[in-house]
T-cell receptor
């Protein structure tokens, strides 16, 4: 079974721009969660989608948004990028939610200059 | 108090020894517990999940859960240099659908 895929793997953007990241979960998994990882803050939860509905949200500003499509693929968008948004963005898929085993994709490394 | 706490280490053990990693959590009603391994520059990899009190073994790894004391641990037997990584503890609570990662413990296995 193919694992979780994320595209692109690397991105360089400038302040004020917006970015869209994509995640394809493991086949059959209906839950996709997004995390931000930085050296200073560790892994922080952004949001979780299940069957196209946002089911849970972390403590991030409204510039961070996401969606999930009917095939369970998910995208996250960050608008008006700030330098502090530079991080590794990880998505994880699971059968039914964060209470189940989650499998991570390789991540998207975003650098904001 | 953080929801999930781990000793950041670094923890160093000689090759062949048992590495013991500990994690405490604050929400008494947490129900699902996970250990992830993360190599430098890579994404987290699921090692173990545990849902009920006691021990769960998978190869060289044993997860131990004690809900009364609110801690979960990971034992790595016969540690190998390839086990050198950061180990992340994660906890989920159905009530409120809360999920938290610890900050991780850095493990170095010395050949």
């Amino acid at each position: 079974k193919a694992g979780v895929t994320q595209t692109p793997r690397y991105l360089i953007k400038t302040r004020g721009q917006q970015v869209t990241l994509s995640c394809s979960p493991i086949s059959g998994h209906r839950s996709v969660s997004w995390y931000q990882q930085t050296p200073g803050q560790g892994l922080q939860f952004l949001f979780e989608y299940f069957s196209e509905t946002q089911r849970n949200k972390g403590n991030f500003p409204g510039r961070f948004s996401g969606r999930q499509f009917s095939n369970s693929r998910s995208e996250m968008n960050v608008s008006t990028l700030e330098l502090g948004d530079s991080a590794l963005y990880l998505c994880a898929s699971s059968l039914a939610g964060q209470g189940y085993e989650q499998y991570f994709g390789p991540g998207t490394r975003l650098t904001v200059t | 108090q953080k929801e999930v706490e781990q000793n950041s280490g670094p923890l160093s053990v000689p090759e062949g020894a048992i590495a013991s990693l500990n994690c405490t959590y604050s929400d008494r009603v947490s129900q699902s517990f996970f250990w992830y391994r993360q190599y430098s520059g890579k994404s987290p990899e699921l090692i173990m999940s545990i849902y009920s009190n006691g021990d769960k073994e998978d190869g060289r790894f044993t997860a131990q859960l004690n809900k009364a004391s609110q801690y979960v641990s990971l034992l790595i037997r016969d540690s190998q240099p390839s086990d050198s990584a950061t180990y992340l503890c994660a906890v989920h609570t159905d009530t409120g659908n809360q999920f938290y990662f610890g900050t991780g413990t850095s493990l170095t296995v010395i050949p």
